[in-house]
């Protein structure tokens, strides 16, 4: 199985007990592509994405990200994805100057390439004054555009955004999405979750999980053409309200 | 290499910062260990002493005045019926009672026989034990006394033999409590931080949840592991240290053994703990499971270490038990250096089994802990 999608995934499952959690999902991410992963709580939107990031082992099926397999080439995966948490991911205990250096080099960047990262890091982001402070006491807006930055330090071919944007305020949320375009532009290819609708409206092609099913996988556009609809917000309850 | 070098960075940075915890680490081990260096002592003083004397004569004084004269007994009071004295033992004013009998002073010196009554409080067993000893050595002595008195009297034909034993306490030369106690107590302060902190580190990364960020990186399990150790083990060394030197300086302890030999072995001990701790961590959810774990498997081995009582005394099943616990290695080879200035190959035995342990608890730690589950 090769292929030049970013992401390929084939019947992949995870059963925990006698619950399924993921149900035979198949879909492919090209490259360069801003993908949605869209789904109420509980559909197996978090499930999916461990296993393709290389922390939980998929029951059947497979799925090669960045052309390695997450089964047996969870390191290489490792080294090519970049990933940020729904869960805030960053020390805070640490500064941003420090935390950079940590992720940096656990990555294995060398010194000087730290150095030029993290100034880099701090000038995109105008946190001059900041960077010498602990993250703790950031606000949370600015601690996920860190961690979002933090997280590309390796230069990774794919990031997995695990709703990047839960609890931070509007104007932030649109300022992340330009860097989330930024990156995209320069040809990564984006895979997020989110449960903002708008967000879904940004994204190339958004799919929809439902009760560990991908129900539904098209552009936003063809989306609400098919179920009728006038936003992601309506396509969404449609198909969650259905077959709850 | 270099990516462990950063894992130890962040550590440090982490426990460097945490103004809670720095106090914790360094500050409440030595208060510990000066408290209780102080406090647990085997020793039994100031028994509370009272008699009944029913012959009142020169001869049951002078026992008497034994007594009195002894540092270990508080001679307290002269009770006029054993009654009495049963009622003060009960209300604990009193731990031994001495019952001279009506005659003793004529019995003593027409038959050279007489009986005494000595009445112990044995609710602590131990001190009963002791105290027993003491009681005995005071009537010996007396009657010794009494012996070479009636030989210069010329009242016995023959020579009495008396045999005194003058005994050589080696090591320890002045039986000091302190010298036996301070050792142990340290053994206990290093493995205490050590064990708590590395057995709640990974957890708390778990419960903060950068943990699987960094399952998220190629990094790997023996990278992870040693970087996340390795500040530990300095923090180990770094509260022994400061420990000696507090026992040299406060106790006067003689350190007569090689401080590398010391150091070397400490190291090695140091491993075991932390891949202890670390398997508890890989195992449990939160820091709160992860502390009760600790704690249970703390308790058990001070109680079994030998360090309070000797492991030799326990039962059979018990001492096979503590083949099983690192702490009891430690305490003997601090003693045995510190005080006996035993050599490598003395402590060869504990060195070995300590080592193994090091390899095993650190290779199931290793094994345990899970990037991808």
Known sequence: MNTKNAIQVENLTKTFGAFTAVNNISFHVGKGEVFGFLGANGAGKTTAMKMLIGILKPSSGNALVANFDIATQADSVKKSIGYMSQRFSLYNDLTIKENITFFGGIYGLNKADIKTKTHALIDDLGLHDEANKLVGALPLGWKQKVAFSVSLLHDPQIIFLDEPTGGVDPITRRQFWEMIYREADKGKTIFVTTHYMDEAEYCNRVSIMVEGKIEALDTPKNLKTTYNADSMDQVFLKLARNLA | MNIIRYIIQKEFRQIFRNKAMLPIIFIMPLIQLIILSNAASFEVKNIKFGYIDNDRTSSSRELIENFNASTYFNVLTDFSSSKQAKSAMLNGDVDVVLEIPRHFNRNLIKEKKTDLSVTINAIDGAAAGVENVYVNQIVERFNANTKVQLIQLGTAGVQPQIIDTIPLFWYNETLNYKTFMVPGILVLLVTMITLFLSGMNVVREKEIGTLEQINVTPIKKHQFIIGKLFPFLILGLLLLTVGLIIAKILFHIPIVGSIFLMYGYTVIYILVILGIGLFISNFTDTQQQAMFIAWFFM??????????????????????????????????????????GAGFSDILPQFAKTLLYAFAMNGLAVMSYKKFT
């Open chain 2, 299 to 340: 308790v058990i081995f001070i109680l079994m270490s030998g360090l309070f009582t000797p492991v030799e005394s326990m039962p059979q099943w018990a001492q096979i038990l503590t083949e099983a616990n690192p702490i009891k290695y430690f305490v003997q080879v601090m003693r045995m250096v510190m005080l006996k």
